[in-house]
C-alpha cells in the first residue's frame, strides 16, 4: 500500500518560516500530481499548493509570493518552503499524491498524508 508521511510543522513566531516535507512509499507506478492542501479550526480543506507531473505549480491566492512548492521525482518527495508566516497560516498540513499502483486495477487514486500542525503565533 501505499503511504504519504509529513514532516516539518511546529511552532514559529510570525514572519517566520518553515519547511514541510513528505515522502511517498509503497507500491508506486506514477505519481501524476503532488499537493499540500491545509484546513483550520471551523473551516474546510483547502489547497495550498500543488505540483503536476510536466513541472506546472498552482497556488492559492493567500499564499502566492510567499509559499514555493517543489518536487523531487527520483524520492517521490515532495516540499513546501513557507516564508512569511501569519497567523492566519495556522491550520493541519496534510499532504496529497494522485498515484498509480502497478497492478493498473484502478486509476489513479489519491492518497493522504495524517496532517503535520503548524501553528504561527507570537
Known amino acids: 500500500q501505499v503511504q504519504l508521511v509529513e514532516s516539518g510543522g511546529g511552532l514559529v513566531q510570525p514572519g517566520g518560516s518553515l519547511r514541510l516535507s513528505c515522502a511517498a512509499s509503497g507500491s508506486i507506478f506514477s505519481i501524476s500530481a503532488m499537493g499540500w492542501y491545509r484546513q483550520a479550526p471551523g473551516k474546510q480543506r483547502e489547497l495550498v499548493a500543488a505540483?503536476?507531473?510536466?513541472?506546472?505549480?498552482n497556488y492559492a491566492d493567500s499564499v502566492k509570493g510567499r509559499f514555493t512548492i517543489s518536487r523531487d521525482n527520483a524520492k517521490n518527495t515532495v516540499h513546501l518552503q513557507m516564508n512569511s508566516l501569519k497567523p492566519e497560516d495556522t491550520a493541519v498540513y496534510y499532504c496529497?499524491?494522485?498515484?498509480?499502483?502497478?497492478?493498473?486495477?484502478?486509476?489513479?487514486?489519491?492518497?493522504w498524508g495524517k496532517g503535520t500542525l503548524v501553528t504561527v503565533s507570537s
Open positions: 505540483i503536476i507531473s510536466g513541472g506546472s505549480t
Open positions: 496529497n499524491g494522485r498515484i498509480s499502483i502497478p497492478t493498473m486495477s484502478r486509476g489513479p487514486m489519491d492518497y
